[in-house]
């Protein structure tokens, strides 16, 4: 009846049947009581009002019902949520990061990857964190939805019962593009992830220095590298450039050197690109070094 894609999944799914059955209960006994009354008491068969007296007995019954119907629906969720917020102390510990529009993973070791790899039958404790707005980390078939708050350390946890790919999605909307940040969540036996996560390493330090800081800090998935449409500006080409921009409402152009790249990560509202949109990129000011800045615009200065 249910599935076993994680452990959530039974007390989940029993809490919404049990719940659900209730409230689907309650409105068709109300509508039945509601047609027999209006049948009843019509006005054919009722021309002439009468008091109706009060019956203390039926006024208790009534209050007294609806309360411990009410108290038994909460601890029915509660007893579904309470296990969530109770991670096991032996937890393998994974950081989701989430940043506008995309989901990052890193794993111990400084390790880090696009989709979500764990092994079956482990607990996995995530951390979930936001570098700029509310995302909301939701994993439909694991019945988990957690946010991802910035400044606030938040986290959910699991253990994967279903070998497979699982979506991820944002459950919070956070701007143009909400709709595009998804990530998979894949399922594997433990040695296929032991030798995914060693193999790991080798991945990512063979990637450009200065992509990996754009990576990290999420900027490609607002800016394409390839010349390609996206939210902001491509990065092909841009340094060296002119580039028509909008500066308190005048518009000239300036060349896209250290000093505009410098100014558009910690000052990304002063300087706007013509035909893109102000305040949506976050300032990057205290979460991206000079010398991660420098590093940028090195590999900034490859892409031609």
């Not at 049948?39 to 009002?49: G, L, S, W």
């Not at 939805?145 to 946890?157: A, L, M, R, S």
């Not at 497979?164 to 940040?181: E, K, P």
């Not at 754009?214 to 491509?234: E, F, I, M, R």
Request: charged content about 20%; overall charge neutral; proline content about 4%.
């Amino acid at each position: 009846m249910f599935s076993n894609a994680s452990n959530f999944v039974h007390g989940s799914d029993m809490s919404t049947f049990i719940i659900g059955g209730f409230a689907v209960f309650i409105l068709v006994s109300f509508t039945i009581i509601m047609i027999l009354f209006v049948v009843k008491f019509n006005r054919k068969r009722n021309p002439k009002a009468t008091q109706v007296k009060d019956n203390v007995m039926l006024e208790a019954t009534w209050i007294t019902l609806p309360t411990l119907l009410v108290i038994f629906m909460f601890y029915i969720g509660w007893e579904g949520f309470l296990p969530m917020r109770q991670d096991p102390k032996d937890a393998m510990h994974v950081k989701a990061i989430g940043r506008m529009w995309k989901w990052s993973f890193e794993y111990p070791g400084n390790k880090t990857s696009d989709t979500l790899v764990l092994p079956i039958d482990k607990s996995v404790r995530v951390d979930l964190l936001s570098k700029d707005v509310i995302h909301g980390f939701f994993v439909p078939a694991f019945r988990i939805k957690e946010d991802c708050v910035p400044g606030k350390n938040n986290y959910c946890w699991f253990i994967p019962g279903e070998l497979g790919d699982f979506d991820l999605i944002c459950s919070a909307y956070c701007g143009v593009s909400h709709s595009y940040m998804t990530a998979v969540i894949r399922i594997v036996p433990q040695d296929e992830f032991d030798k995914w996560l060693t193999a790991q390493k080798f991945k990512t330090a063979g990637k450009n220095l200065g992509y990996q800081v754009l990576d990290k800090n999420g900027c490609v998935a607002c800016h394409s590298l390839d010349g390609s449409k996206s939210v902001g500006p491509t990065f092909l080409g841009l340094y060296g450039s002119n580039v028509e921009i909008t500066t308190n409402g005048t518009d000239h152009k300036v060349i896209a050197d250290n000093s505009y790249i410098t100014t558009s990560i910690l000052e990304p509202n002063k300087d706007i690109v013509k035909g893109f949109s102000p305040n949506i990129m976050q300032s990057y000011k205290g979460m991206i070094t000079d010398k991660d800045i420098q590093t940028v615009v090195e590999y900034l200065k490859t892409l031609k």
